[in-house]
């Protein structure tokens, strides 16, 4: 060879075959010309062993495709999460590529365990919310099968990620009540989550944007774990002797449950507001108004879409960091 670089003419001289026929191979086009697979594995043996070179590498990796994707949630009966794999899967599908999903459970080794898992089925990438408190080990992952994380990222991560923006969008639903209010109750968990963070900091920024300084006393929070919502306001409440005049929640789950300790203790709708984030349907005929940031779904399936698809092709991502705007739903 006059040149260090493996071209395909090489590859199909070193195995006895066509230039043609190698093509074929490397553009998954091996069945549809009844290549043997015996030919196909000689094929790709050749190949293998100039992996180091990039563009051999690309070959690979089409090559070996198996048009699989794996997903890795934390709760699939989040209303949050189901509905963003309903339209994941849905944009997926378009391109003839199946989604694995797996579940976590919010269990770090749980996470670690099913991830191995879809490495050996051989995805071809990764869609991941994490639980994890370093990126170290999709980092590691990511070397040959690319990682995407979704909705919470890891701070300072090298890995692309997917999520609602929060800062304004929190201080923009909150301020009509911050301003004619004395007091705003932030319920929440899992604070080092950074999606929970940006939430946070948004409740915060909204509050100071009307001259209202945060009491530490009004944000509440703890790990997360069922009906954690509800046990949080019950100890609010029997504090206080009252509820709070206004509370915003980060999540969906956790304004669920919220409402379930406001309906047993039979709280006025009078007596409180309440903001959260994660918008569901429901709230257009619930009992308490309630005004909710909605993401946007088919956004952020198709940015997921895109993103992988570039990731796949090798092609430089113009931004690491992709926050879809969400909009408002008022029920006041």
């Not at 066509?18 to 998954?28: G, L, P």
């Not at 609010?236 to 915003?248: E, N």
């Not at 005004?291 to 952020?300: G, H, L, N, T």
Request: hydrophobic fraction near 40%.
């Amino acid at each position: 060879m006059a040149s260090n670089k493996l071209k395909i003419n090489d590859i199909a001289r070193l195995a006895g075959v066509s230039a043609t026929t190698v093509s074929h191979i490397f553009n998954k086009r091996d069945k549809k010309y009844r290549i043997s697979p015996q030919t196909r594995q000689r094929v790709l043996s050749i190949a293998e062993k100039y992996r180091d070179q990039s563009h051999i590498h690309q070959y690979l990796v089409k090559a070996n495709s198996t048009n699989t994707i794996g997903v890795i949630v934390p709760d699939m009966s989040n209303s949050f999460f189901s509905m963003f794999l309903h339209h994941l899967e849905a944009c997926f599908r378009q391109k003839n590529i199946q989604l694995l999903i797996t579940c976590s459970h919010y269990n770090k080794e749980v996470e670690l365990k099913v991830a191995q898992n879809l490495v050996e089925r051989k995805v071809d990438a990764m869609i991941v919310v994490t639980s994890l408190d370093s990126d170290q080990f999709y980092v590691d992952i990511n070397q040959n099968t690319p990682v995407l994380l979704f909705d919470r990222y890891l701070q300072d991560t090298t890995l692309p990620f997917i999520t609602s923006e929060a800062l304004q969008s929190v201080a923009d639903l909150i301020k009509p009540y911050a301003e004619k209010l004395d007091e705003f109750y932030f319920i929440g968990c899992d604070i080092q989550l950074t999606s929970i963070q940006a939430r946070l900091k948004g409740f915060k920024q909204g509050l100071e944007s009307v001259g209202l300084k945060v009491d530490r006393d009004w944000l509440v929070s703890d790990n997360y774990c069922p009906n954690k919502g509800y046990q949080l306001l019950k100890s609010v409440h029997q504090k206080l002797g009252r509820v709070p005049k206004a509370i915003f929640t980060p999540s969906g789950n956790l304004l669920q449950e919220v409402l379930s300790y406001l309906v047993e203790a039979k709280i006025d709708p009078k007596q409180i507001y309440l903001c959260s984030y994660d918008y569901n349907s429901y709230l257009d005929y619930c009992y308490y108004p309630i005004d909710a940031i909605e993401q946007d779904f088919e956004k952020m399936a198709l940015t997921c879409v895109n993103v992988i698809d570039d990731l796949l092709n090798f092609k430089e991502l113009k931004h690491q960091a992709f926050f879809i705007q969400p909009k408002i739903i008022r029920h006041r």
